[in-house]
């Protein structure tokens, strides 16, 4: 499917922009994984060679990370706007989330896709049989 390959390539490419900009991070090996992994995911969901149960773990866990690094108290995402370490869990936390919505869409693609080609091959089974 077109538009899952090309939603899939820009998000990849905007997930390894998001590791290049992580090298001033007070901890960037693991945010610089964190994206890696989800860009790697995204290139593999476009050339169809990521499941949608590894799909789904990682949207599953990309969730759960948004969830335990949403700050005790959200202050925004500008530097300025209150104390920088919720704004920089709060940052942490969209960014997991962008992941999860990513993931989701590619398995909402997918399902759409199979579905098409169910209807398909139905309505070629019933010009046979027809």
Known sequence: MALKKI???CFGIAFLTFVVVQYNDPDPVIWM???????L???AAAFNKANDTLLGIAAALYAAGGVYMWPNMYEGITIGDGDIRNIEE?????????????????IL????????????QLKQKARWTS
């Open 7 to 9: 939603l899939a390539v």
């Open 41 to 43: 995911l995204s290139f």
């Open 90 to 106: 709060a940052r942490e936390s969209f960014g997991l989330f962008l992941c999860t919505i990513a993931f989701s869409s590619y």
């Open 109 to 120: 693609l997918n399902l759409y896709d199979r579905r098409l080609k169910r209807k398909a």
């Open 33 to 39: 994984a964190v994206y890696g992994m989800a860009a």
